[in-house]
């Protein structure tokens, strides 16, 4: 049998077990006990029947302490589910280890639809610029945030209005952690070998490159600055492959999620070892803005160096025209919910 009929079976039986009127009484129940239990725990006071000022500040303070804490846990195991399920999915339907594959279709455009749904419903996320990208193939150089998920938000939007995927260059490593790979192939992760590379481009495919990688994600702080070191492996791609580079940046990426934990000490060991030491905490409902800038062309005439760095002034003069430095994570959920002006 198969799994979604298993699944289907098993939601009518329990549906079956508790009617209408004892799911609303079990709802009410759970939501009383989950109000109640915070207070008991930390012996809040009434006053009159209420809650007195003081509690309640207190209480709002462990809320806003505990929830960016908790949303990070049940981001971390919805990624480990969906890896599981899509590692089940893969097995059962013999999908082809290519991941240009037609039989990737489904589930990808499953992916792309309610990743594109989750964009717009909370962070009200706007692509600026999708003109800009080429009909043909070419590499997207964006900035690294903690938690770069405004890069599958515009992945999800490419895929389902043009039908077109954009590769994503992701870490060696990550392809090793158990389950995970099929969630990077859905996605359109490679390994990022050179080799590799130009024949995704060779192909037609849109490559996506965060030249700062893990060190821009948890070791650029607030001010939004580059960390790329001298890496100009993707301007060598580009002359190579003679593709346009597309320049990218989104506003408030880096308030969605932040490290904490940022120290010599850490960044030392990163170095040394590529071992990640700062956590990561929150998902916060902030406003996301990407922002594609116009293409730079293949020149035959110019350097790799110079390339990357003409890419890297491209990124920052993007950042410094829609981006308010330092970032804060209250603003950018203001600009979420409160009104705003459409660029």
Not at 72 to 77: A, E, N, Q, R
Not at 204 to 213: D, E, F, Y
Request: proline fraction near 5%.
């Amino acid at each position: 049998m198969k799994v979604e009929s298993c699944l289907y079976n098993m939601v009518n039986f329990v549906f079956s077990i508790f009617p209408d009127e004892r799911w609303m009484e079990i709802g009410q129940e759970t939501m009383a006990w989950f109000t109640h239990l915070p207070i008991n725990w930390i012996g809040f006071t009434y006053e009159d029947g209420h809650l007195s000022y003081g509690n309640l500040f207190l209480l709002l303070f462990l809320l806003l302490l505990i929830l960016p804490f908790s949303f990070g846990m049940i981001l971390s195991f919805l990624i480990f589910v969906l890896s599981i399920v899509l590692a089940i999915y893969k097995k059962m339907n013999n999908l082809s280890e290519d991941i240009l594959s037609t039989s990737w279709h489904k589930p990808r455009h499953f992916f792309a639809r309610y990743l594109t749904k989750l964009g717009k419903t909370i962070h009200d996320h706007e692509i600026i610029g999708m003109e800009h990208l080429p009909e043909g193939p070419g590499i997207i150089v964006f900035y690294h945030g903690t938690f770069h998920i405004d890069y599958f938000f515009l992945l999800s939007r490419l895929y389902l209005q043009r039908g077109k995927l954009c590769i994503l260059v992701a870490d060696k490593a990550l392809f090793y952690v158990p389950g995970l790979k099929p969630l990077l192939q859905v996605m359109g992760g490679i390994p990022g070998s050179k080799a590799e590379c130009v024949e995704m481009l060779k192909k037609g495919c849109l490559l996506g490159i965060a030249p700062g990688g893990a060190r821009e994600a948890f070791f650029s702080d607030e001010n939004y600055n580059l960390l790329w070191g001298k890496r100009k492996g993707f301007a060598q791609l580009a002359l190579e492959a003679k593709v346009p580079i597309i320049p990218m940046f989104t506003k408030n990426i880096k308030e969605v999620c932040r490290g904490y934990g940022r120290t010599r000490l850490s960044r030392w060991l990163y170095e040394k070892t590529r071992f990640i030491s700062t956590p990561m905490y929150g998902y916060f409902p902030v406003k996301l803005c990407t922002y594609l800038g116009e293409p730079i062309p293949y020149d035959p005439n110019t350097t790799a160096e110079e390339l990357a760095e003409k890419t890297k002034v491209a990124i920052e003069n993007l950042r410094d025209q829609y981006q308010k430095v330092p970032g804060n994570i209250l603003r950018a959920v203001s600009e979420r919910f409160g009104k705003h002006n459409k660029d």
